[in-house]
C-alpha cells in the first residue's frame, strides 16, 4: 500500500496520494498549489496516477482537481451537486471574489469529468472504493469507502480506510453555515452514514490528523446521541 498526504493551500487542505497495486495511485483532494507536490511524490516514488478524487466542491479541495487530472491524462470523480463550484466556486457570494482572485486560482472543469450519485464502486490504483452520498457540509459531499485488501502492520485492527472529506474530522465534523450548508442534512449524515460505520475504520479527513471510528464515537462531541436527537 502507499499512502502520503500533505496540506495543501491557506486552509491546509488534505490532499492523499493512495494506491493498493504497487506503483499505481489515485489523487483525492488537490486542492490549492497541489500539483506541483503531486508531481513530486510521483516522481520521487515512480508512481502512475489513474484518477482523481474529490470528496466535494469546494476551492481548497478542487482548486487543482482539473491540472492534475489533465497533466497525468486520467479522469476526475465528483458528485452531480458539487459540479457547480467548479464553474462558480465563489457559490454566487460577490464577497468570496475577491479572495478567489487572491488566490490566483481558476477553477475550471476537467477535460476528463464523471459524475457521481453515490452507490457507485470504482476501481483504481488495486483498490476498490465505495462511494457514499454524505450531505449536510455541501450538497455533493461524499465518502470513498476502501476496504483493506491486507492488514496494515501499524495497525492490524484497521478493517478499511475512508476519506471523509469535510464530513467528519477529528473531533469535530464540517461547517454548514456556508452556501450549500444544511445543518439538518448534516445530522442525518452523521446518524445514518457515519454512526453506523465500524470503529476498525481509519478516518482520513479533509483537514486535520487522521483518526479511527473508534476514536471519534468515543472522542467526538458531535457523534453523540444527544447531539443527534
Known amino acids: 500500500m502507499f499512502l502520503a498526504s500533505f496540506p495543501a493551500g491557506p486552509w491546509q487542505a488534505n490532499c492523499y496520494v493512495f494506491g493498493f497495486a504497487e506503483g499505481r495511485v489515485v489523487v483525492v483532494d488537490p486542492g490549492v498549489d497541489a500539483l506541483a507536490p503531486v508531481q ?108 483493506l485488501a491486507e492488514p496494515v502492520e501499524e495497525a492490524p485492527e484497521l478493517t478499511e480506510l475512508i476519506f471523509t472529506g469535510d464530513v467528519v474530522f477529528a473531533g469535530s465534523i464540517g461547517r454548514t453555515d456556508l452556501p ?27 483537514h486535520g490528523p487522521t483518526t479511527t471510528m473508534g476514536h471519534e464515537r468515543i472522542t467526538n462531541r458531535y457523534l453523540d446521541e444527544g447531539y443527534l436527537s
Open 40 to 147: 513530486r511524490l510521483v516522481a520521487e516514488h515512480e508512481l502512475s496516477v489513474e484518477a482523481v478524487l474529490l470528496t466535494h466542491g469546494h476551492i481548497d479541495h478542487v482548486a487543482q482537481a482539473a491540472d492534475v487530472a489533465d497533466h497525468f491524462g486520467v479522469p476526475a470523480h465528483l458528485h452531480v451537486l458539487d459540479r457547480p463550484l467548479l464553474s462558480d466556486p465563489t457559490s454566487g457570494r460577490p464577497q468570496m471574489r475577491q479572495m478567489v482572485a487572491q488566490l490566483g486560482v481558476e477553477v475550471r472543469e476537467p477535460a476528463d469529468l464523471r459524475l457521481l450519485e453515490g452507490g457507485e464502486t470504482l476501481t483504481a490504483a488495486g483498490a476498490t472504493f465505495t462511494v457514499v452520498h454524505a450531505p449536510g457540509h455541501r450538497p455533493g459531499c461524499v465518502l470513498f469507502r476502501v476496504p
Open 180 to 206: 450549500g450548508g444544511d445543518d439538518a442534512a448534516m445530522r442525518a449524515t452523521l446518524r445514518d452514514v457515519v454512526v453506523p460505520l465500524p470503529d476498525t475504520a481509519a478516518l482520513l479527513p479533509g
